[in-house]
């Protein structure tokens, strides 16, 4: 670990200042390899015109060799600005990682001005063996630099849930263990049933998969024991092929060890990009600390104090989601478009076994499980076995058109806009939901899509295929652009609106629904 201060070189090797020697040797050399271009479009011109090639006069073929050589020039001194800038450049041959500050900005003031000069520097193996150290900053007193402190107290954060793991399914008897361990279940519901089921998997992945760290340490060991022996002249006919059980159990123990870490990376890239699990590994330990609220703007002031922090968390979005008194809501007719009769119907049809899991496997496989614990790679794997049972479940739910109350269960987070959040309003609130809603609402998303381009204008952004909602910011830049480039006039307005979709009334959303020509049954 290293603190560095005063604008010093951070970065493991510093870099000197060169010499006036070394510089003028550099332009030198730029300088030749200039005259050599020039004096080659110059030769080939030249026979060029005398070979009759070209029919350009002497005049024309001078502007274009000027045209050349300055061009030529151009390049040599970009090249050397480039060059100087890459050899300025701090080294970072160490490998060595910015801790961010959980509670200032900068570190360094003077009058008016104010920097981040002071940092503290670690490797990776450092963050491996401390994933919860939090780097803040401390009293200034007379000093321009504020004293770093480094704290290492872990937030409780409760029992540890429920968690279905990909890597599970690289196991020959986990497929037989879920089957087996279902029957013994009866005819109980088929969520009760998945819910009694982390029972026998938490015992399971105990036996089984914990401690993958040292089962590897543990075979490689024995694998580097055999070496010393054949090393030292002691060998039988069973060295070899123990040596190579031991070397099949590593590689697969180091191939459950990636598929782990890619999943708690949570790594969009993950299942295109090489076997590296150190970077997932270092992926999810940076995720895992920068969603970690230490600490958070109450009033005006940083509160520590994790009750304090929940209390005001509560606070804020009990007060966000009050629902206000309103006298009167309603839409007049012709203000938004309908769909047909039929077209609603067919949005309110009992889904095919076969439709419901074309929707299954849309959903992404690896995604972040709600409370029950399990991802849809799980429901996936083990489709032949609950794949019945499942589809019971979902058809239940399009028959009652209400959803079990052991089903309409959401985990809510809160991620951070940006790094270093410090107020509420700089995190941004998640909804995990369950394996069964998240098919529930997929069939509903699925069918409305097909009615979306009759309810939604083209020139919208939102809810189109292939449009996001930061095209509008893109859109009003190039519209001020054009109008500052043609000297127009005109009036622009900017509407913000806090949490808008958060805030948005039900009996609002009921009555546009309505409008727009969907039934009864839809809107319930």
């Avoid at 060595?96 to 104010?114: E, I």
């Avoid at 031991?246 to 459950?256: M, T």
């Avoid at 970077?279 to 940076?286: C, D, L």
């Avoid at 859109?475 to 913000?496: D, G, S």
């Amino acid at each position: 670990m290293q603190a560095v201060a005063d604008g010093g070189d951070p970065l493991g090797e510093a870099t000197g200042s060169e010499t006036e020697t070394g510089r003028n040797s550099e332009g030198d050399e730029y300088k030749e390899t200039q005259e050599e271009q020039i004096q080659e479009n110059q030769a080939t011109w030249s026979l060029a015109v005398e070979s009759g090639a070209v029919l350009y006069d002497e005049e024309d073929i001078m502007g274009i060799l000027q045209a050349q050589n300055e061009e030529i020039a151009a390049k040599g001194r970009l090249a050397k600005q480039k060059e100087k800038a890459r050899r300025s450049r701090p080294k970072n041959k160490n490998k060595l990682m910015d801790l961010p500050l959980t509670d200032k900005k900068y570190t360094w003031f003077r009058g008016r001005s104010c920097s981040r000069i002071d940092r503290v520097l670690v490797n990776i193996e450092w963050t491996e063996k401390f994933p919860d150290i939090r780097l803040k900053g401390g009293p200034r007193g007379l000093s321009n630099h504020c004293s770093l402190i480094l704290e290492g107290t872990r937030l409780g954060g409760g029992p540890r849930p429920f968690r279905s793991l990909d890597s599970w399914f690289t196991h020959e008897g986990f497929l037989r263990m879920v089957k087996n361990e279902q029957r013994s279940l009866g005819e109980a519901q088929f969520t009760c049933k998945l819910r009694a089921l982390t029972v026998p998997l938490r015992q399971w992945h105990n036996d089984n998969f914990r401690d993958m760290d040292k089962r590897l340490m543990r075979f490689e060991k024995e694998i580097t024991r055999l070496d010393n022996l054949v090393s030292d002249g002691i060998y039988d006919g069973t060295t070899e092929a123990r040596r190579k059980v031991l070397v099949s159990f590593c590689e697969k123990w180091y191939i459950r060890k990636e598929i782990h870490w890619k999943q708690m990376s949570r790594s969009k890239h993950a299942a295109n990009m090489d076997k590296n699990t150190r970077y997932f590994h270092n992926i999810a330990s940076a995720r895992r600390r920068n969603n970690r609220i230490d600490a958070l703007m109450i009033h005006g002031r940083l509160v520590w104090n994790q009750v304090r922090i929940k209390c005001a968390i509560r606070g804020f979005y009990k007060d966000l989601y009050r629902q206000e008194y309103v006298s009167r809501i309603g839409v007049r007719d012709g203000l938004v478009k309908h769909i047909h009769r039929d077209e609603a119907e067919a949005l309110e049809v009992m889904p095919s076994e076969e439709e419901i899991k074309e929707t299954v496997w849309d959903c992404e496989s690896s995604k972040a499980p709600g409370s029950d614990g399990y991802n849809m790679n799980f429901i996936k794997k083990c489709w032949k076995d609950i794949g019945p049972e499942f589809i019971a479940a979902v058809l239940g739910f399009f028959q009652s058109a209400k959803l079990p109350t052991d089903v309409n269960v959401t985990w809510v987070t809160l991620a951070p806009k940006f790094e270093g959040a410090k107020g509420v309003k700089d995190f941004r609130l998640i909804s995990m939901v369950g394996y069964v809603y998240k098919v529930f609402l997929k069939v509903l998303v699925r069918r409305m899509r097909s009615v979306m381009p009759r309810l939604v204008e083209e020139t919208q952004t939102v809810f189109v295929k292939g449009r996001k909602i930061h095209d509008d910011a893109l859109i009003a830049c190039e519209t001020v652009h054009w109008l500052k480039t043609r000297k127009k006039k005109a009036a622009i307005i900017k509407l913000e609106f806090h949490k808008a979709y958060d805030r948005v009334r039900w009996n609002f959303v009921d009555i546009v629904l309505h409008k727009m020509g969907f039934g009864q049954r839809w809107r319930n």
